[in-house]
């Protein structure tokens, strides 16, 4: 005896409900790497936007911290390349440390710089829409 074989339904759909069926995987598809994108996105810039804050008020006391250590090695310098109330050496003093200064900011131009290239963006989003070809495909990667 043969077991009865009922036939299944899907098997009997026409190509425009397949197709139909189709288009709708696919936008649904789409409408979540669009989720995705969007949630990877305000991740990102809370983080980015929290660290900002943090950076800028980090910054701000330093600014202070730096006038003092540079008024005081201002007149360090003087006080050793003068002898005693010297006005030209504390001119050339000022000039030695706003050149330190000058150094100080160039190399953290470039690390900022450098860091500001390194932004990925949102990679996951990126690799998962590198996949929507071979999935139409049949084709898992």
Do not use: C, Y
């Amino acid at each position: 005896m043969t077991a009865s074989h009922s036939p299944d339904p899907r098997d009997e759909r026409s190509v425009g409900e397949l197709f139909g069926e189709v288009s709708k995987d696919l936008s649904t598809l789409i409408r979540q790497e669009v989720a995705l994108a969007k949630a990877e996105v305000q991740e990102s810039a809370k983080r980015a936007g929290k660290g900002a804050g943090m950076l800028g008020g980090a910054a701000w006391a330093s600014n202070f911290l730096l006038l003092f250590l540079s008024l005081a090695l201002w007149w360090a310098i003087g006080a050793m390349i003068g002898d005693g109330d010297d006005v030209p050496a504390l001119g050339w003093s000022a000039l030695i440390v706003a050149g330190i200064w000058a150094v100080v900011a160039a190399v953290l131009a470039l690390l900022g710089r450098k860091s500001l290239e390194s932004v990925e963006g949102i990679p996951q989003t990126a690799d998962t829409v590198k996949r929507i070809p071979d999935a139409l495909k049949g084709q898992q990667s």
